[in-house]
């Protein structure tokens, strides 16, 4: 059964104070690892994914990396607006690929101006 | 481009009604679709998807049923919601295996 274990559960940061938040990963093969953005009571929004060990991904202030066992988010000189939450969830090869990601809880994200 | 509607975005039941939400996607065809289930503290859980009309597949033994009468329409039911059916229920499709997932914005769903 593929599991996904996200730290910390919950962040504050100030206003430019640069972090990274973790993804841990088991699967039986990877196929993919995405990261989303979820503001309150909204959907969440796709950010990246990552389909093998050593890719990065970038999108303004965010940075998406990948290992064999785990992912990063970097977040540099984050603003207010990067409050939210992250999520990370992965794709494998079990169970033909069509049935969905496995998403881990989540980081909720705070920053201070 | 495509876009993902849901309705509706809030629904307050009592224990034992019917429930219907429906979700279409427009801007593609034959996407797959997916029903997410988000309690706090516990993350997204699947609950069905369907790789095409009529064919539905379910993770999660329970309360809820999923319907696709038509190539971009997802319906979740119920013929008698519990109390543990609440929570905040997302409808999501993609082009093909291994693609990002793409949500609508969610029904926030309680049973009282």
């Known amino acids: 059964e593929d599991q996904v274990t996200q730290s910390p559960e919950a962040l504050r940061l100030q206003e430019g104070e640069s972090s990274s938040l973790n993804c841990s990963y088991t699967?039986?093969?990877?196929?993919?690892l995405f990261w989303y953005r979820q503001d309150p009571g909204k959907g969440p929004e796709f950010l990246f994914t990552?389909?093998?060990a050593g890719e990065e991904k970038e999108k303004e202030r965010l940075k998406a990396t990948l290992t064999k066992k785990e992912s990063f988010l970097h977040i540099t000189a984050p603003k207010p607006e990067d409050s939210a939450t992250y999520l990370c969830?992965?794709?494998?090869?079990?169970?033909?690929?069509?049935?969905?990601?496995?998403f881990g809880k989540g980081t909720h994200l705070i920053i201070q101006p | 481009s495509q876009t993902i509607h849901q309705w509706p975005a809030t629904l307050v039941q009592p224990v034992g009604s019917p429930l219907s939400l429906e979700c279409t996607v427009e801007?593609?065809?034959?996407?797959?679709l997916y029903w997410y289930r988000q309690a706090a503290g516990r993350g997204l859980q699947l609950l069905f998807y369907?790789?095409?009309?009529?064919?539905i597949s379910s993770e999660v033994p329970q309360n809820l049923s999923a319907s696709r009468p038509q190539d971009r329409q997802f319906i979740l039911s119920s013929k008698k919601l519990l109390l543990s059916d609440s929570g905040f229920y997302l409808c999501?499709?993609?082009?093909?295996?291994?693609?990002?997932?793409?949500f609508g914005n969610g029904t926030r769903l309680t049973v009282t």
């Open positions: 999501a499709w993609r082009r093909r295996e291994n693609s990002p997932l793409h």
């Open positions: 699967v039986s093969g990877l196929r993919g």
């Open positions: 990552l389909y093998s």
């Open positions: 969830a992965v794709q494998s090869y079990s169970g033909g690929g069509a049935d969905g990601l496995t």
């Open positions: 801007g593609t065809s034959n996407p797959n």
């Open positions: 369907s790789v095409g009309i009529g064919q």
